[in-house]
T-cell receptor
Framework: DGGITQSPKYLFRKEGQNVTLSCEQNLNHDAMYWYRQDPGQGLRLIYYSQIVNDFQKGDIAEGYSVSREKKESFPLTVTSAQKNPTAFYLC???????????FGPGTRLTVL | DQQVKQNSPSLSVQEGRISILNCDYTNSMFDYFLWYKKYPAEGPTFLISISSIKDKNEDGRFTVFLNKSAKHLSLHIVPSQPGDSAVYFCAAKGTSGSRLTFGEGTQLTVNP
């Protein structure tokens, strides 16, 4: 059953704590992305990776970090430096065959 | 700067009528455009796309029109159904790479 898995669906953390969001895919896609969705602001790109062991900053990378050690995995760490971490986080992959991005189900992070 | 803009945050239509969602872009290097549909607390799903070499693409009830000179595209849904109620995102891709730039989204509500 091919797809993108993001876990957990809902995550709560105290202010000042780092938290890592998981994104796993078995679609064999090279490129992976992290977006953040806030009400009325669409999807904003945080980080992306075109290939293993390589990644680039998106439009709002400050306060976030990523790694890409395996093709299947692209975890996102929300650090304590991120001023407004409460948001809906979406992971995506890119299919060159279909020329579109596929999205995971998302993780809702709430920082208390 | 917002390179892809959806100026209408919301749109309400009657079941059976036409829904028209609009999107404007500023970057002349965009050559491929996509529409995604998103339900609350879920990842976006691909709906329809269009290449810059075309001015229209149709898929069932969904048609996308592209006006390159005006840097404008629109999504037509005919007939609209209550299940179409969702947020619709317009996205654009440049000539190289797989990165997408998204608009802010339009909340479509189809009333029975």
């Amino acid at each position: 059953d091919g797809g993108i898995t993001q876990s957990p669906k809902y995550l709560f953390r105290k202010e000042g704590q780092n938290v890592t969001l998981s994104c796993e895919q078995n679609l064999n896609h090279d490129a992976m992305y992290w977006y953040r969705q806030d009400p009325g602001q669409g999807l904003r790109l945080i980080y992306y990776s075109q290939i293993v062991n390589d990644f680039q900053k998106g439009d709002i990378a400050e306060g976030y970090s990523v790694s890409r050690e395996k093709k299947e995995s692209f975890p996102l760490t929300v650090t304590s430096a991120q001023k407004n971490p409460t948001a809906f986080y979406l992971c995506a992959t890119y299919s060159g065959f279909y020329n579109e991005q596929f999205f995971g189900p998302g993780t809702r992070l709430t920082v208390l | 700067d917002q390179q892809v803009k959806q100026n209408s945050p919301s749109l309400s239509v009657q079941e059976g009528r036409i829904s028209i969602l609009n999107c404007d872009y500023t970057n002349s290097m965009f050559d491929y455009f996509l529409w995604y549909k998103k339900y609350p607390a879920e990842g976006p799903t691909f709906l329809i796309s269009i290449s810059s070499i075309k001015d229209k693409n149709e898929d069932g009830r969904f048609t996308v029109f592209l006006n390159k000179s005006a840097k404008h595209l629109s999504l037509h849904i005919v007939p609209s159904q209550p299940g179409d109620s969702a947020v619709y995102f317009c996205a654009a891709k440049g000539t190289s790479g797989s990165r997408l730039t998204f608009g802010e989204g339009t909340q479509l509500t189809v009333n029975p």
